[in-house]
């Protein structure tokens, strides 16, 4: 199961930080990652860690957003700053890479305002 949180409206050039709790998996052994999806598009990947925490972005967060994990509390992190109004969407954690057919908990509203 993977329970992100943290959403919330916040406005242009603000921050949030949101989190995801996983269980069911061996998470201390799984890369994982976060992804979006803003309404009317298809689902987005935002950022990865992996299991020795080397990280990866897209360009579009590059520079804004840092992912990190705390494996003892099973849960990863997603900590955005300068919020744009386009970082509008669902945000959502999951295995890294993650079937988009595949299972999906639930994710977190993040809207950011002009």
């Known amino acids: 199961q993977l329970q992100a949180s943290g959403g919330g409206l916040v406005q242009a050039g603000g921050s949030l930080r949101l989190s995801c709790a996983a269980s069911?998996?061996?998470?201390?052994?799984?890369?994982m990652g976060w992804y979006r999806q803003a309404p009317g598009d298809l689902r987005e990947f935002v950022a990865r860690?992996?299991?020795?925490?080397?990280?990866m972005y897209s360009n579009s967060v590059n520079g804004r957003f840092t992912i990190s994990r705390d494996n003892a509390r099973k849960t990863v992190f997603l900590q955005m700053n300068t919020l744009k109004p386009e970082d509008t969407a669902v945000y959502y954690c999951?295995?890294?890479?993650?079937?988009?057919?595949?299972?999906w908990g639930q994710g977190t509203l993040v809207t950011v305002s002009s």
């Open positions: 999951n295995v890294w890479p993650a079937l988009p057919s595949g299972y």
């Open positions: 069911g998996i061996a998470f201390s052994g799984t890369d």
């Open positions: 860690i992996t299991t020795d925490e080397h990280t």
